[in-house]
């Protein structure tokens, strides 16, 4: 780790003012990704500016039934609060499923989204990454790819997000809260993320110099109908290797309306509005998973060691809309797989 | 309580260091950091509170866990400067007048570990996740103690130290 300053944030718009000032900088919150990139020179900020005591800690119903959580919750407090527990459950599943107590009691929600790839060679500072440094070249292309993604790659960079807790986000359909010089906006979070591109340096599209407030959740928690299923190499603090997150809304065995995500597979939390709108109007049943996987996959490519994901992700879809459909969710405990 | 170590603070060489007051043990020390070091670093190299162990320094292995207002955290990854004014406890503040903790009594009733080294950290841990309250069973003590790994493969024991304590309590 580079020596560096320490400075701290009085209220958002010092934050923003501050980061304005130095691009140099970056803001940390609860430190989890980015103090290990900068134990590993990945990361090399000559400056850290400390947000962790800006009024961004609550967690408040909004005014059209939906939720407003502060950028700065700590993913445990999120995943236990009551009203994430009872109406959106597949968001606290998702967040259970990932990393380990004590990340979850550091880490927020803010930070959550702007966690970096666990690509191997984007960490390993002596290989080319495009990611790491751009124009170096993609390492993991013909390298040690077992981890890596299979929608959504380009010819500059085949890393995953490695987060949980956006999966289930994506499939709710929130929305980034996010404060700059300019002032306040809003970020679909579909758009939030970004496929590598021939610039696979940018994860997300929040500019240099915005700050996350908050991540806003719409009414509907598809909370009788959901699943997170994460498959990976242990079964506990583990990246995913493959997860679904599930959102039905049902009639009796008719499924009126379907949303699902894949973590694992791609730069960002992967939906296919196709496949879902294939399922809406249907009578669940294994045929119309399959085929809504297929779909999904269609456009699939493995690479050496990944190939395995496209059949892992086929059977882990098809069990997570069986698992969504019967209201019968994955534990993030007993981890057999209903 | 361990006054500051003069020498390993000299030896950081920094141009800017920042004084911070934490509550270690429930006594209140204060320190001069630089920016860079970790609450785990300053807990070992600056106050000899050696209890707490350096195992990966990625927070990939639960060895430096300890307790920040009474929550378990990995200190390899948080910065002193950040921690200013908290309470922290380690394995050296768990006993009370020469008593030891029920969960490292519970530890050694269950011979819940071989070299030791991973101990103090599945301690606090243990310590933080009955303060959780959200393991009932078994299983759920398994999931919730995943970040805390043991080499020598203690898990059984810790898992039936933890339920000598939740029967307890």
Do not use: D
């Given at each position: 780790m580079i020596n560096f300053e320490y400075a701290r944030a009085n209220d958002v718009a010092d934050a923003v003012r501050q980061i304005a000032a130095d691009p140099t900088s970056k803001f940390i919150a609860g430190g989890t990704n980015l103090l290990d990139l900068m134990k590993e020179d990945v990361e090399r900020p000559a400056r850290l500016i400390d947000i962790t005591r800006l009024p961004l800690s609550d967690v408040e119903e909004t005014p059209d039934g939906g939720v407003r959580i502060g950028a700065l919750v700590p993913n445990s407090d999120l995943a236990w609060h009551p009203l994430i527990a009872q109406r959106y459950p597949m968001l606290a599943s998702a967040i259970l499923a990932g990393a380990s107590a004590q990340l979850r009691n550091m880490a927020s929600t803010g930070g959550n989204l702007m966690q970096r790839t666990r690509c191997f060679y984007f960490y390993d500072t002596v290989t080319p990454c495009n990611k790491r440094q751009?124009?170096?070249?993609?390492?993991?292309?013909?390298?040690?790819?077992?981890?890596?993604?299979?929608?959504?790659?380009?010819d500059t960079c085949i890393a995953t997000h490695p987060s949980d807790m956006c999966v289930a986000l994506a499939v709710l359909e929130a929305k980034v809260h996010v404060a700059g010089p300019g002032g306040e906006r809003v970020i679909p979070f579909a758009d939030f993320h970004r496929l590598p591109g021939d610039a696979p340096q940018r994860d997300t599209n929040l500019d240099a110099n915005e700050l996350i407030t908050a991540v806003e959740l719409p009414a509907d928690g598809f909370a009788k109908n959901y699943t997170y299923l994460k498959i990976r190499d242990r079964l506990s603090y583990a990246f995913a290797l493959v997860s679904v997150a599930v959102g039905l809304e049902m009639d009796g065995n008719t499924i009126r309306r379907a949303r699902f995500a894949l973590g694992?597979?791609?730069?960002?939390?992967w939906r296919d509005e196709a496949a879902e709108a294939g399922l809406n109007g249907k009578v669940a049943n294994p045929e119309i998973f399959e085929r809504a996987a297929g779909l999904v996959l269609r456009d699939a490519k493995g690479f050496e060691h990944n190939a395995f994901k496209i059949e892992l992700a086929r059977r882990t879809i098809v069990r997570a809309l069986i698992q969504a459909a019967h209201g019968t969710p994955q534990s993030q405990n007993n981890k057999k797989i209903a | 309580m361990a006054q500051p170590n003069a020498a390993a603070q000299s030896s950081?060489?920094?141009p800017s260091k920042i004084s911070v007051e934490l509550i270690i043990n429930g006594v209140e020390t204060k320190l001069d950091v630089a920016p860079w070091t970790t609450l785990l670093d300053a807990l070992r190299e600056h106050l000899d509170l050696t209890g707490t162990k350096k195992g990966c320094d990625h927070g990939q292995c639960g060895a430096c866990t300890v307790l920040v207002d009474g929550r378990r955290i990995n200190s390899c990854l948080t910065l002193a400067v950040m921690k200013d004014g908290a309470r922290v406890t380690m394995i050296e503040g768990l006993a009370t007048d020469g008593v030891l903790h029920p969960m490292q009594q519970a530890f050694i009733d269950h011979d819940a570990f071989q070299c030791g080294y991973c101990t103090p950290g599945q301690i606090c841990s243990a310590v933080g996740l009955i303060a959780e309250g959200k393991a009932k069973t078994a299983e759920e003590i398994r999931e919730m103690m995943s970040g805390n790994i043991c080499r020598c493969a203690a898990y059984p024991n810790i898992v039936s130290a933890i339920q000598q304590v939740m029967g307890a309590s």
């Open positions: 751009p124009g170096s070249g993609c390492s993991a292309i013909a390298g040690i790819n077992r981890i890596n993604a299979i929608l959504g790659t380009s694992g597979v791609a730069h960002k939390p | 950081i060489g920094s």
